[in-house]
């Protein structure tokens, strides 16, 4: 069984700038997950994917977007950075949608600094 | 809104001995869902303890156990005979079966040999 991969593992990019991190999900998972988690603080939830579609949102700007593509792998992207984007995000993977209350699966994550 | 409060930014334990790390929320909702997750460094976050708020035992995984005190909104981990391997980032966690999870802002646990 393969777990939940992202890449890159770390990038830096400079104010202004865009950026796509990448996500598979766990094998079996059709529902994808991203979140924000900066130095010091814990996983904030940016929005989730299910078959494709945007699924819920949380308080982030529209500069913050995704993807799901049909083999429920994950883009999250990026624009206009700004230096609070500097954070670690972090892709979790489930299976099913309604009322889902298990365990979130994580990749490592992609450690982005925006200098 | 809900929210999830841990109040000890760090906490050291003697290898071998045990430690409980605080975790308290605030929601209205009746039925929900509290997890514990650890973070070692530089590696993936994983599940150590799940519990359902409808049940009132407590959830226990080996060394890992959980005082859950719905009331009180409290729910806090118990670590017993601690492992150098326990060293990590504690991150406490809520849903209620919504599309999103609230986390705390961790605790960092030290295992001293």
């Known amino acids: 069984e393969t777990g939940v991969t992202q890449s890159p593992t770390h990038l830096i990019k400079t104010r202004g700038q865009q950026v796509t991190l990448r996500c598979s999900s766990q094998?079996?998972?059709?529902?994808v997950s991203w979140y924000q988690q900066a130095l010091g603080q814990g996983p904030q939830f940016i929005f989730q994917?299910?078959?494709?579609?945007?699924?819920g949102r949380g308080n982030f700007p529209p500069r913050f977007s995704g993807l799901q593509f049909p083999n429920y792998s994950s883009e999250l992207n990026v624009n206009a950075l700004e230096l609070d984007d500097s954070a670690l995000y972090l892709c979790?993977?489930?299976?099913?949608?309604?009322?889902?209350?298990?365990?979130?699966?994580f990749g490592e994550g992609s450690r982005l600094t925006v200098l | 809104a809900q929210t999830v409060t841990q109040s000890q930014p760090e906490m050291s334990v003697q290898e071998a001995e045990t430690v409980t790390l605080s975790c308290t929320y605030d929601?209205?909702?009746?039925?929900?869902?509290l997890f514990w997750y650890k973070q070692p460094p530089s590696r993936q976050m994983i599940l150590v303890i799940r519990?359902?708020?409808?049940?009132?035992q407590n959830a226990t995984e080996n060394r890992f156990s959980v005082n859950f005190q719905k009331a009180a909104k409290s729910f806090s981990l118990k670590i017993s005979d601690s492992q150098l391997g326990d060293a990590a980032m504690y991150f406490c966690?809520?849903?209620?079966?919504?599309?999103?999870?609230?986390f705390g802002t961790g605790t960092r646990l030290k295992v001293l040999a």
């Open positions: 979790a993977s489930t299976k099913g949608l309604a009322g889902y209350t298990g365990e979130l699966f």
């Open positions: 929601t209205s909702e009746s039925d929900y869902y």
């Open positions: 094998s079996g998972h059709n529902t």
């Open positions: 519990q359902e708020a409808y049940k009132q």
């Open positions: 994917y299910y078959r494709e579609e945007e699924n």
């Open positions: 966690a809520y849903t209620s079966g919504t599309y999103k999870y609230i």
